[in-house]
């Protein structure tokens, strides 16, 4: 019999003990962990303990089947077997009442058989990466399942009362194309992902998820955002790097609750004004861009810490970003910026700040209130965080400048640019070396 050492990370409750015949009564095992073990089937000792076991781990092996011995196990809560080499999951399934979590994940499982409904206390069902077609019309009677992972399936449809499952919370759908009248169902959802897929637009129904706080819609080909996106009330985190968006509508400034905004990699030529009334926003990254400007409102955007822009056309800063004193981090690599205003020597709590590869001719005296600034790049080369700064009087003005040998910055003759083509199914990268 194999013994199993005690891990911390699963708390294993205890090990297999090779002999037990000395003992009075029957050892309790509630945890096992057969993971990577190169195992081709299922150990047969664990059936000695069917009506303790709680956890089984078979992670990373070879098992083709699972025994009809297995389902005896009628305590177990949980069972993880991803990949593995099983090709179906038997109806047998069924009789383990008592099982919350499941994990078939990495396997060639076509699909659930529809007594799966039986085991009404799942909660957590992981099924990513199986070739799975459909889910049985029994699956929408887990009405426990506050979690399902079905990434990378073969699904071509949802059951039509899939929005029974009211306590769903979590989700995951990438490569599926679903449908709005699916998502109008699940009301509780917390978190959506719906991230690399072939979407062209958002369903309007989406505004309907009141409760969702987690969306992502990153990767995919969605060149517009409706205005009922203002539904989401609740919305915390919104991601939709690397679409096709060319603006943002007005009613975004009504996800009152944002706290990450990401829109990096579109087709962006301005940010609404409303996008100061996001007060609870911390991350912004609109980088990779075609931004000429930024709206004066950003100022309003006093909870930020986190702001990148990079890889745009702007030429200045709107002075009001000095009025987003919280942000310790600022990318502006990479744009066409010529002066920067003087109320950057408001953002007292910068600690990172890069400029690297715009056409700066010297940094506002204002830089020196930057006391936490601990890194600064004026280029792509710089090999220091920091290069110390002079002190110069500005050749017109003649108001005090800082400066450095770095300064002025020049456009990079010979520079490889790097510019995003638009495919149908796929965004390919071309790098063109401009005169």
């Known amino acids: 019999v194999q013994c199993l050492e005690m891990t911390t990370k699963r708390k294993i409750i205890g090990r297999l003990v090779p002999c037990r015949c000395f003992r009075g009564e029957e050892e309790v095992i509630s945890v096992l962990d057969y993971s990577h073990c190169s195992l081709q089937q299922v150990p047969k000792e664990i059936f000695s303990f069917e009506r303790t076991l709680e956890e089984l781990y078979l992670d990373a092996n070879q098992i083709e089947e699972l025994p009809k011995q297995l389902f005896n196990c009628q305590a177990l809560k949980k069972l993880s077997m ?51 077609a459909k889910l049985p019309d029994g699956f929408t009677q887990l009405l426990n399942l506050t979690q399902l992972f079905l990434n990378d ?30 998502l109008e169902q699940i009301h509780s959802l917390k978190e959506l992902w719906l991230d690399n897929n072939s979407l062209q637009t958002i369903p309007g129904s989406v505004g309907k998820l009141r409760q969702l706080r987690y969306f992502d819609l990153a990767k995919n080909r969605i060149e517009s955002l409706d205005a009922d996106i203002s539904g989401c009330e ?7 790097s690397s679409n096709m968006l060319q603006q943002l509508p007005d009613s975004i400034g009504k996800l009152k609750k944002l706290t990450t905004l990401k829109v990096d990699d579109n087709q962006l030529t301005s940010l609404p004004n409303t996008i100061g ?56 690599r990479s744009n066409k910026l010529e002066f920067l ?14 400029l690297s590869d715009n056409r700066l001719k010297n940094l506002p005296f204002t830089f020196t209130k930057l006391k936490d600034l601990a890194a600064l790049w004026l280029s792509d080369n710089q090999s220091k965080a920091l290069i110390p700064l002079q002190t110069e009087a500005h050749p017109e003005t003649k108001q005090r400048v800082l400066t450095n040998y770095m300064f002025p910055q020049q456009p990079r003759k010979g520079h490889i640019f790097a510019i995003w083509a638009k495919c149908s199914s796929y965004r390919s990268y071309f790098l063109i070396k401009l005169k």
């Open 234 to 240: 609740s919305l915390e985190d919104l991601l939709l």
């Open 153 to 182: 399936a073969f699904l071509e449809y949802l059951p039509a009362n899939f929005g029974r499952l009211s306590k769903l919370r979590i989700l995951e759908l990438l490569n599926y194309l679903v449908s709005p009248d699916v």
């Open 341 to 354: 205003p003087d109320e950057i020597g408001q953002m007292t709590k910068l600690r990172v700040l890069n």
């Open 277 to 332: 009334s996001l007060s609870l926003l911390e991350e912004f990254d609109c980088s990779c861009n075609e931004l000429e400007s930024l709206p004066p409102t950003i100022g309003y955007l006093h909870s930020l810490r986190t702001f990148a822009a990079d890889e745009n056309f702007l030429t200045e800063l709107p002075r009001e970003i000095g009025n987003c004193k919280n942000v310790t981090v600022m990318s502006l």
């Open 82 to 132: 991803p990949d593995n080499d099983l090709s179906n999951l038997p109806t047998t399934i069924a009789s383990l009442v008592n099982l919350k979590e499941l994990d078939i994940s990495k396997n060639g499982i076509q699909e659930f058989p529809d007594n799966i409904k039986c085991c009404k206390c799942l909660s957590v069902v992981e099924a990513s990466v199986n070739p799975i």
